[in-house]
């Protein structure tokens, strides 16, 4: 097989977990030609912890003093990519995440047969259960929900654990959104390619093993989402709905739904305080910051 690949990989405070995913990478049957480390709030301590390993694939890092957020960070390790002189594909791959060997393989392959714009995998847990890849958007309330099996062929977007940019769609749609800081990134670049005319694909046989939600706890079970995860993902729901074109009736449906089920939940702050975020722009950059990240100032 006669492909490129860089592999960006977006750390914070969890070097053990991209250490274990650098390692799998290392066992590909079709290893990236270089991989990225972007490290986010990045110390001493994580530096020293990277720096003292020894690697069989090349790896440039990325420090970084702020926390960024994930597109930020993506798109830092594909600026590199191009300026370098890079033109292949780009696979974003989740820290917390071991692809089984053939992994990258299979995701070339398929995304070569079927010159998606995007190409997925199949993420199962570390007992092997089904968790994913790939995701359905209801057409009016935005509202997410993942398949049950591999059998589904009509989605919405593929999952940001292993999502690999073709050369031609990375060129014509660009960078990620950085409005989100967090969470739809993936989802509103995937809508962004299919408005440009490019389709999405899903490599079932490429297997990643995710360690989900290891670094911020978003797949704990309901009412049990830490706050500032739970409200950003919500917010960011709407941001883009809103951005997408999503009927706005349904768009305030699903988020009356979802602040009355906070309001079941007795959780008051978090209903108010989804509310400011997605009544101002402002109030929602504040909110990143105070709950240590950092957004570039807007233009």
Known sequence: ????????????????????????????????????????????????????????????????????????????????????????????????????????????????????????????????????????????????????????????????SSFLISPKCLQEVGPLCEDFFLYFEESDYCFKAKKAGFSLAWATDSIVCHHIGATTQSENKKGKVPFFIDCLMIRNRVHFALSNGFPRYGIFVGLLISLCLRVKRLQFKRVLTIMALIASEKTFRKFVEKNGGWMKDEV
Request: glycine residues 8%; contains cysteine.
């Open 1 to 160: 097989m006669n492909a490129s690949v860089q592999t960006i990989l977006v750390n914070y405070k969890n070097t053990d977990d991209t250490i274990a995913c650098l390692r799998a990478l290392e066992k590909q049957t079709v290893k990236p030609n270089c991989t990225y480390v972007v490290d986010n709030a990045s110390s001493e301590e994580s530096k020293g912890k990277f720096l003292k390993e020894s690697f069989g694939i090349p790896i440039k890092f990325i420090w970084n003093e702020a926390n960024l957020g994930f597109a930020a960070a993506c798109n830092q390790g594909i600026k590199e990519a191009l300026e370098s002189g890079f033109k292949g594909f780009v696979w974003l791959l989740n820290n917390d995440t071991e692809p089984e060997a053939h992994a990258l393989e299979s995701i070339l392959e398929k995304a070569i047969d079927t010159r998606a714009g995007i190409t997925g995998s199949r993420i199962v847990s570390e007992s092997g259960k089904f968790l994913g890849g790939v995701g359905i958007v209801h057409p009016k309330f935005a509202s997410v929900r993942r398949p049950q099996d591999t059998d589904c062929t009509d989605f919405d977007y593929i999952e940001g």
